[in-house]
Structure formats: structure tokens, C-alpha cells
């Protein structure tokens, strides 16, 4: 399939008929809802290293950061210690900054935290109140940067202990999970269990 987007959109003009990575991501993962703890924990991650930079350098990371944070394995990266954050720290495959690095590792703990009792997915709904947020907009440079439940949910996730949580990033996040759906064909809308 290929990804029916916005034709404003400089970026995903510029990358998507170019880059295999990308188009992969766009037709078969973007804004197509997920309920796999991992790949939302995987993709909370890998919004948090994008902050401050381009998507695409983080999708041509995509696969040295699975390797760096053992396939995404949440229970593996919350008990990374000194010497797993040291190596990280000397991998020239990854974004090495280590407020992020520390960041992904801690946002591990409370998503496993978080798993005593219910999955992730499912806290994210939750707070959603189980509804997706479909951004109905003709125009790349329409789509709001954050909306009140993107907003709401990066405000109780920030309460919950989550770093790197910031509205804009969460709504990125959100975004790219089909939480909020800003796929022009609005495809891939199911929502929780």
C-alpha cells in the first residue's frame, strides 16, 4: 500500500519516495493503532530521542537502538544498570544523549510498574477515554501541534512519573500510535480490546 498523506508536507515529500525505512514505516506502522506494550513503549522512546530532530535520522537509527535497548524488552531495559548505560553511551549507532537514554530506562520502570495491574495499552486508553481523536484536516500545516487530549494525557503521564512526557512529544507519540488518527485515509481505526 502506498500511504495516502498530505501533499504540503515538505518532509514526507522529501523522504518518503527515497528512504525504504520510512516508507515502511509510514505504510504499515504510522498512525495504525497499536496494543502491543513493547511497540508503544519501543515508540515512546523513539519519540523521546527525536525530540530537537528529524524523524527521519531516528527511523535510519531505528534498528541500532532496538539492538542498543534489547529489542525494546521492557522488563530488560527497566533493570539496565550502570555498565548497560555506559555501553549505550559508547554506541556511535545511537543518539547518545543521556538525559534520553536515562529517560527511556525510567519510562521502562513505570510502564512495568504500570503492568502489575493493567498493560499499557490499556492505561492509555483509559485515559483516552477509550475514544480515538480523529484530526480531520485537508492540510499539512493544519494539524495542531498538540490537542486537549494529547495535552490531558501527557499531563496524567508526567503525574505518573513518565519523562520525557511533554505535550508535544506525547502527541507526536500519540500521533504515530493511532491514538490520534491524522491519516488522511484514516485507516487502521480499532480501538482497545
Given amino acids: ?63 541500532a537502538f532496538s539492538r542498543a535497548f534489547a529489542n525494546w524488552d521492557i522488563n530488560t531495559v527497566a533493570n539496565f544498570d550502570i555498565g548497560n548505560i555506559t555501553q549505550i ?7 547518545r544523549n543521556q538525559r534520553k537514554i536515562m529517560a527511556a530506562i525510567h519510562n521502562a520502570k513505570i510502564i512495568q510498574q504500570l503492568q502489575a495491574t493493567q498493560s499499557f495499552d490499556a492505561y492509555l486508553w483509559h485515559h483516552l477515554q477509550y475514544q480515538q481523536v480523529v484530526l480531520n484536516v485537508h492540510h499539512f500545516h493544519d494539524l495542531p501541534r498538540t490537542v486537549a487530549a494529547s495535552d490531558q494525557l501527557s499531563q496524567q503521564m508526567r503525574h505518573d512519573g ?13 500521533v504515530a500510535t493511532g491514538f490520534i488518527t491524522a491519516r488522511p485515509d484514516h485507516r487502521g481505526i480499532e480501538l482497545s480490546h
Avoid: C, V
Avoid at 527515497?18 to 505504510?27: A, G, I, K, L, V
Avoid at 553511551?89 to 543518539?95: C, G
Fill in 1 to 63: 500500500m502506498t500511504t495516502t498523506w498530505f501533499d504540503d508536507d515538505p518532509l514526507f515529500n522529501r523522504y518518503y519516495p527515497q528512504n525504504p525505512s520510512y516508507r515502511q514505516y509510514f505504510d504499515n506502522e504510522w498512525g495504525i493503532p497499536s496494543h502491543n506494550d513493547q511497540q508503544l513503549f519501543e515508540l515512546l522512546a523513539l519519540s523521546g530521542f527525536a525530540a530537537g530532530l528529524n524523524w527521519e535520522m531516528i527511523l535510519n537509527k531505528r534498528i
Fill in 89 to 95: 553511551l559508547t554506541d556511535a549507532s545511537i543518539i
Fill in 162 to 174: 513518565f519523562k520525557f512526557a511533554g505535550p508535544i512529544t506525547i502527541h507526536a507519540w500519540l
